[in-house]
T-cell receptor, first 111, second 112 residues
Framework: AQSVSQHNHHVILSEAASLELGCNYS??????LFWYVQYPGQHLQLLLK??????LVKGIKGFEAEFIKSKFSFNLRKPSVQWSDTAEYFC?????????FGKGNQVVVIP | NAGVTQTPKFQVLKTGQSMTLQCAQD?????MYWYRQDPGMGLRLIYY???????DKGEVPNGYNVSRLNKREFSLRLESAAPSQTSVYFC???????????FGSGTRLTVV
């Protein structure tokens, strides 16, 4: 079965700082990778996804992620965060028709 | 276009009570899923349905049952609620292999 590991569960940073969230996955088949965001009190929304092709994926709200197959990683980045990026971020890998999530990163952006 | 709709949004149950969480979608999803979200645990798959008439266990199925009544509806039933089932429950759907998953707004369940 597939699994996902996310590091640095709690991240606090100031506006305009750069953000990078690590994600490592384990799955023996063809991977489909996702990053979801959950704003306070809301449901999960898709930030970006990787299925194939260019390993650098651009998503909504200025986020991007890079798939590095040799490292089994799919790290999320944003060059300059805003207060409105305060949320919980989840990495997920799809395999065997199911989506497995990491435990999430709680990101707090201080104005 | 409502997407994935869950009812109720909030529920408080006493230990031993039963209830059904409803999920309906209007996005022609073939596959539907039930997850629970607990602090520090991420989302864990309870059950899923790859197509109408089929259901399969996920990571944490104990204490739950599901019904895929038709293509639109996928319900989650707690026969005898326990405090360990206090959680936020999310339903999700997926249309095809090259699409992401669409999540409902969640049901916050408290079992006292």
């Amino acid at each position: 079965a597939q699994s996902v590991s996310q590091h640095n569960h709690h991240v606090i940073l100031s506006e305009a700082a750069s953000l990078e969230l690590g994600c490592n996955y384990s799955y023996g088949g063809t991977v489909n990778l996702f990053w979801y965001v959950q704003y306070p009190g809301q449901h999960l929304q898709l930030l970006l996804k990787y299925f194939s092709g260019d390993p650098l994926v651009k998503g909504i709200k200025g986020f991007e992620a890079e798939f590095i197959k040799s490292k089994f990683s799919f790290n999320l980045r944003k060059p300059s965060v805003q207060w409105s990026d305060t949320a919980e971020y989840f990495c997920a890998v799809k395999g065997n028709n199911r989506l497995a999530f990491g435990k999430g990163n709680q990101v707090v952006v201080i104005p | 276009n409502a997407g994935v709709t869950q009812t109720p949004k909030f529920q408080v149950l006493k230990t031993g009570q039963s209830m059904t969480l409803q999920c309906a979608q209007d996005m022609n999803h073939n596959s539907m899923y039930w997850y629970r979200q607990d602090p520090g645990m991420g989302l864990r798959l309870i059950y899923y349905s790859a197509s109408e008439g089929t259901t399969d266990k996920g990571e944490v199925p104990n204490g739950y049952n599901v019904s895929r009544l038709n293509k639109r509806e996928f319900s989650l039933r707690l026969e005898s609620a326990a405090p360990s089932q206090t959680s936020v429950y999310f339903c999700a759907g997926k249309t095809g292999e090259n699409y992401g998953y669409t999540f409902g707004s969640g049901t916050r369940l408290t079992v006292v």
